[in-house]
């Protein structure tokens, strides 16, 4: 079965950065982008991005162009997303979703989510 | 960038009541809209994709409607379990770029 496995939770001071990584298994991972999603507390759900697991390609959402980061590793079949410059409205839930099929890019599948709290 | 704007933002309606949220596209989006469910303290669920395909196993009191603007999720008769936060989502592809509604939080009266 399907399967999106993510780090654990992080604390963070202002300015740094995160990395989180989510690990596949139950399909090919080559075959399925993988979007982020993050979701600050007691807020809704805001699309951070998508990559392509196939060839890296990738689509950020314009609010974070150039501060996000989602690549790859087809070795050990892990997405991963790093965060910089955080700020406090950072903190948030993180979460990552692979495509529900090999060309319908909505959110089939979801990780555990990660906490990652921003906090001087 | 196209917006989502779903209604309402809250609702409570009784065990057995129709009830129905909508969604605005700022521009039109064919059928490339899909629906979540979010139950408190969960991972949302993927409910419908193509506006109006129910993904597998998901109760045949859930329907989806709509093309173009404007889309609707109808629960044909709330229980229970469908208490949750639902959210709209306009996909595409060729990059893909998603984008969620705000959210409408469902409550038994």
């Known amino acids: 079965q399907v399967q999106l496995v993510q780090s654990g939770a992080e604390v963070k001071k202002p300015g740094a950065s995160v990395k989180v990584s989510c690990k596949a298994s139950?399909?090919?991972?080559?075959?399925?982008?993988i979007s982020w999603v993050r979701q600050a507390p007691g807020q809704g759900l805001e699309w951070m991005g998508w990559i392509s697991a196939y060839n890296g390609n990738t689509n950020y959402a314009q609010k974070l162009q150039g501060r996000v980061t989602m690549t790859t590793d087809t070795s050990t079949s892990t997405a991963y997303m790093e965060l910089r410059s955080l700020r406090s409205d950072d903190t948030a839930v993180y979460y990552c979703?692979?495509?529900?099929?090999?060309?319908?890019?909505?959110?089939?599948?979801w990780g555990q989510g990660t906490l990652v709290t921003v906090s001087s | 960038d196209i917006q989502m704007t779903q209604s309402p933002s809250s609702l409570s309606a009784s065990v057995g009541d129709r009830v129905t949220i909508t969604c605005r596209a700022s521009?039109?989006?064919?059928?490339?809209l899909a629906w979540y469910q979010q139950k408190p303290g969960k991972v949302p669920k993927l409910l419908i994709y193509a506006a109006s395909t129910l993904q597998s196993g998901v109760p045949s009191r859930f329907s989806g409607s709509g093309s173009g603007t404007d889309f609707t999720l109808t629960i044909s008769s709330l229980q229970p379990e469908d208490v949750a936060t639902y959210y709209c989502?306009?996909?595409?592809?060729?990059?893909?770029?998603?984008?969620f509604g705000g959210g409408t939080k469902v409550e038994i009266k």
């Open positions: 989502q306009k996909y595409n592809s060729a990059p893909p770029g998603l984008t």
């Open positions: 979703a692979r495509d529900w099929t090999t060309v319908t890019s909505v959110c089939g599948y």
């Open positions: 521009q039109g989006i064919s059928n490339y």
């Open positions: 139950g399909y090919t991972f080559t075959s399925y982008g």
